[in-house]
Nanobody, 117 residues
Framework: QVQLQESGPGLVKPSQILSLTCAVS??????????WSWIRQPPGKGLEWIGY???????HYNPSLKSRTSISRDTSKNQFTLQLSSVTPEDTAVYYC?????????WGKGTLVTVSS
C-alpha cells in the first residue's frame, strides 16, 4: 500500500516561494511506471494538476504554471518536493500529492496553504 503525507508551511506571503514536501512509504519513488504528482484545489473550485516527476526522474508541468513550478525528489529520503514561486493569493489552495500507477491512484490527505500578507 502506497502512503503519502504532505508537509510544509500553512501560510506563505505574496511573492515568496511555496515549498511542500511529500513523504512516501510503501513504494520507492523509482519503482517502475509510477508517476508522482502535485495537485491542488482552490477554495470553491475544482482540482488542478500542477505537475509530476516520473519514476525515471523526468518532470512535466501544467503549462499555465510551468514558469513558476519546480518538482524535485530525494530518493535517499523517498520524498518529492514542490516549489511554486512568486505566489499570489490565487495560489491559496489545498495541495495534494498523488501517486499514479496505470489506473491506480493514491492520495495524501492534503495540506491547506494560504497566501496572505
Amino acid at each position: 500500500q502506497v502512503q503519502l503525507q504532505e508537509s510544509g508551511p500553512g501560510l506563505v506571503k505574496p511573492s515568496q516561494i511555496l515549498s511542500l514536501t511529500c513523504a512516501v512509504s510503501g513504494r520507492s519513488l523509482t519503482a517502475d511506471h509510477y508517476y508522482w504528482s502535485w495537485i491542488r484545489q482552490p477554495p470553491g473550485k475544482g482540482l488542478e494538476w500542477i505537475g509530476y516527476i516520473a519514476y525515471y526522474g523526468s518532470t512535466h508541468y501544467n503549462p499555465s504554471l510551468k514558469s513558476r513550478t519546480s518538482i524535485s525528489r530525494d530518493t535517499s529520503k523517498n520524498q518529492f518536493t514542490l516549489q511554486l514561486s512568486s505566489v499570489t493569493p490565487e495560489d491559496t489552495a489545498v495541495y495534494y500529492c498523488n501517486a499514479e500507477l496505470s489506473t491506480r491512484y493514491y492520495w495524501g490527505k492534503g495540506t491547506l496553504v494560504t497566501v496572505s500578507s
